[in-house]
């Protein structure tokens, strides 16, 4: 099953720096991406929206006024699948990502995010071939530097993933990213006054369709490991209310929320138009 789920989009406001926390969304799980890879010419629709789960802490740097939620971030974009070749897939897409902080900012002017992805399917390669999947997302159209206090989109991340079905366990997938260092930052300040860059780190997940209640009803679980605002652990549910319409319900909790924001909670609808 393909997962397109979105990355929530906000900023992170410190004394007027801001930086895009979400992502473009090319197929995921429920916060990073996965292995799977539309098919050819499947044009599929995410309509995603992230919701704060409680009024914001006043040690936050997100800008929001304290003890009040930050608005709800709304993502729509499609992704299509552009390769005829079986063992070789490949998708691209972009989405219009608002809300949040950004509103407040001035983002939302910068509201366009692409991605792309190239991979090739479990077994295709040799006999129990894992899936491989290369690809780049959250390439907004605001550059910046946020270490020293500008507006930015611009997080350009690229990743790879490899993943492995076994039986009974589920799916299991691993691999590493890194992006714009400029833009994707903690709350730490380094020896000359700029914040400390955390572009890189391990991506993680296990899914698995419930077969034995319903093929229907599938669960994933995930992590994006770092202190800036992608760093994130998340979790959740997807039922498939027809063979081309699914919705995933799901929580994010994120790893640093002076940078992030409060934890939230995501409803992502998923169409194919094939």
Excluded at 24 to 44: E, G, L, N, R
Excluded at 142 to 147: C, E, M, T, V
Excluded at 251 to 258: A, L, Q, T
Excluded at 266 to 271: G, N
């Amino acid at each position: 099953m393909i997962r397109a789920s979105c990355i929530a989009l906000a900023a992170f406001a410190i004394c007027g720096i801001a930086a895009t926390i979400a992502s473009a969304t090319p197929s995921t799980q429920i916060w990073i991406p996965s292995t799977d890879v539309q098919p050819y010419k499947t044009f599929h629709l995410n309509l995603d929206t992230y919701v704060r789960t409680t009024k914001e802490d006043p040690a936050n740097l997100t800008g929001a006024v304290s003890n009040q939620n930050l608005p709800p971030v709304y993502v729509i974009g499609p992704t299509v699948g552009v390769s005829p070749f079986e063992k070789v897939q490949a998708e691209v897409g972009f989405d219009l990502i608002y809300g949040g902080v950004n509103t407040n900012l001035g983002l939302d002017k910068y509201p366009l995010y692409f991605h792309a992805k190239v991979g090739t399917p479990e077994g295709s390669l040799f006999k129990l071939s894992p899936a491989i999947a290369v690809g780049g997302y959250n390439f907004g159209t605001k550059s910046g530097d946020a270490r020293k206090g500008e507006l930015a989109t611009n997080q350009n991340i690229f990743y790879g993933l490899v993943a492995k079905t076994i039986p009974v366990v589920g799916r299991l997938s691993a691999g590493y990213f890194a992006g714009n260092k400029k833009v994707l930052v903690k709350d730490t300040l380094d020896a000359g006054g700029n914040f400390e860059s955390d572009e890189k780190g391990v991506l993680l997940s296990w899914d698995r369709t419930l077969a034995e209640i319903s093929d229907k009803i599938w669960v994933g679980v995930d992590y994006q490991g770092s202190e800036s605002a992608v760093g994130a652990f998340n979790f959740g549910v997807s039922y498939a209310f027809a063979k081309n319409v699914s919705v995933i319900l799901g929580y994010d909790v994120y790893s640093n929320r002076k940078v992030a924001g409060e934890n939230t909670v995501t409803l992502q609808v998923d169409i194919n138009f094939p």
